[in-house]
């Protein structure tokens, strides 16, 4: 196996992608609509709710769509990275998952690519959401819309990469459900998506702490400072710690010494 | 790299390159899940052109020796060797010689037969020319030419499983290896597939190992394993086997070796 050979097979797990994605274009746009009701009327209805101070990156008063927007961005990537390991979990089901391990590139390798493959729908879903926020008073400077794809492509592999991870260690399709419910909403709502965290501070410091320690948080302010053409030292470091910690992991769940699958065959 | 292949070379005969091998060499395959010991002492070898059916009973190991030789999970002790190479060592190299049909159905129905198999060579790494070349070739020999464009989703159950047979073959292995294949296919369906398997071993020179629990597709012509509980109980050309079973049949032999009443 030479150079050439690993970009045919990325190219390959790419293109697959992208036709299964051309193919469920209604897939698609129903990953936009949860995010579009949570802006368009949620945010609406709580617009005079949330007073929301002037915080970092912003130099004014912001609306409180223009506050969850990078928020909702997260949700996209979290939801897709979820989504594609419930895709993984489901190939695993059907036998497609087989074929990909069986073919010859390393193990570490097919599973980046088909992150990479995940990110890249993602990133495009975020980018047809900040287009439709701009007509609902989102309005990022225009580099703004440039400096954010680094950040992007960035949280969007540190959360494939956790839906990686947990789909080496689901067995079935069943328990997606329990992932919704105890990675997703928790992550989701632990975090600086919906509220600045100095209000969750004033309410509870435990909580405070735990969205601190979420790496959510970190994705969402990464993107937030992104947006507005600022770099966030923190949030990266967190964000890329994440990454390389959920991918270590799932490679380790995938690995045919030590891996699950091995102690898990048994049961089967 | 040489060193693994003088090794090879060794145990494949004087002087031979990896490439002439023996297809495939299991020796000494012991695995067991915690308590439970899947495969116990486990030894045979695939030459060139052979096709052998793999027979046992469900739970018999069929599906554990499948995962090891495909490295799904590596193997602990023994050794599994494709074509001279290690599959725990040069897992690479091994795979690469490889072809698998799995016993679960596993195109993706989303996509059409001609992206299926596109897929599948990029995986391997070949060029996509070069891809189109192969594909057309292996597709046609399953009859299916005229269906290249269609979602795989509008094909019955029996053509599903000769496109997954043209895609094992796309990256033209010398080794196949098909886990009970005909599962749930009709009469028609089944037969065409072990035509097909027993022309390719023929005509091509492959090596098939072909797991069933159905005694009907073990042929007076195959060789054949028995596994039973973990354990080889018998092994070589069917007449064979039979007749060292003092048997009138593979049925009865099946019967004789393992005591239990077979399908």
Known sequence: MTPIHYVRCLRGIIWREALRFLNQRGRFLAAL??????????????RFVLGVSIIPPYQTYIPYQVYIAPGLIGMILMFQGMQSSLSMVWDRETGSMRTLLVSPLPRWY???????????????????????????GVH???LGYLTVLPALILAGMMLSGLGLF???????????AGVMNFVIFPMFFASSALYPLWTVKQANLKLYYLCMANPFTHAVELIRF??????NLEAFAVVAGSLVVFMTLAILGYDPGRGLIARRAGTE | MLAVKAEAAEQGGAGAPAEEAPPLVVEGLSHSFGERQALRNVSFRLNRGDRTMLLGLNGAGKTTLFSLITRLYN?????????????????SEALARLGVVFQLATLDLELSVAQNLFYHAALHGLPRREAAVRLKREIERVGLTDRLREHARTLSGGQRRRVEIARALVHQPKLLLLDEPTVGLDVASRQFLL???????????????????LIDEVDPGARVIVLHQGRILAEGPVPEVIRRANASSMREAFDKLTGERGE
Request: charged share 20%; proline share 4%.
């Open chain 2, 195 to 213: 035509d097909h398997v027993r022309r390719l071993c023929d005509e091509r020179g492959i090596a098939a190992l072909w797991a069933t629990h």
């Open chain 1, 110 to 136: 097919l599973l980046t690519s088909k992150l990479i493959a995940a990110v890249i729908v993602s990133v495009l879903q975020a980018y047809v959401f900040l287009f439709i926020a701009y007509f609902w």
């Open chain 1, 166 to 176: 947990l789909s080496s260690v689901i067995r079935q399709l069943e328990n997606f």
């Open chain 1, 140 to 142: 990022p400077p225009r």
């Open chain 2, 75 to 91: 193997h602990r002790s023994g050794s599994i060797r494709i074509f001279g190479w290690e599959i725990k060592d040069k897992p």
């Open chain 1, 33 to 46: 609509v949860r995010p579009l009701v949570w802006l368009l009327i949620f945010a609406t209805g709580f």
């Open chain 1, 226 to 231: 992104a947006l507005y053409e600022k770099f």
